[in-house]
């Protein structure tokens, strides 16, 4: 069960490292972290794709502070609750697929299926991979690999 430190609700990093409070929930953190990324992705859905990628890579290098600082704060290397990756990943996923409900929770399920099993590299980069770099690139690797299969099957059909 996630047990969510009061700090989440007092500290505006860890309130942002656990998903604006997503990640606080006791069971499932990162799957309502990566419901909680969707109605962002529908506002970032509207920008150009460059400013879209230029969103991710700050996202992502900001989530590698917020991680570590968060992480190294609670004394806990990646807390269940913390999911800024788990929206890094979602976003990453959903990168140039034009906004739908059905698109966003075909890319959630997606998405969550690549970070749950792990496949070859993202379970090997989340057991050896430290810090906030390490809490955030399997969520990427797990994007990556949702990205890529969404686009696929968007060019299938």
Sequence with gaps: MNRA?????????HFLAFGLGSGAVPFAPGTFG?????????LL????????????????????WLCEKTS????VHDHSGIVWDEFVGYWIT????PFSWEAALWGFVVF????VIKP?????????????FGIMIDDVLAGIYAWSLMHLWFWLH
């Excluded at 959903?94 to 697929?97: G, L, T």
């Design 5 to 13: 430190p009061a700090s989440v609700w007092h500290r505006p990093s």
């Design 34 to 42: 990566t419901l909680a990324a969707i109605p962002f992705y529908w």
């Design 45 to 64: 859905s509207e920008l150009p794709l460059d400013w879209y990628w230029g969103v991710i890579v700050i996202a992502f290098l900001w989530g590698v």
């Design 72 to 75: 190294r704060d609670l004394g």
């Design 94 to 97: 959903m990168a140039a697929v």
């Design 112 to 115: 969550r299926v690549f970070d």
């Design 120 to 132: 070859f590299p993202i379970r090997w980069a989340d057991r050896r991979v430290a810090g906030g």
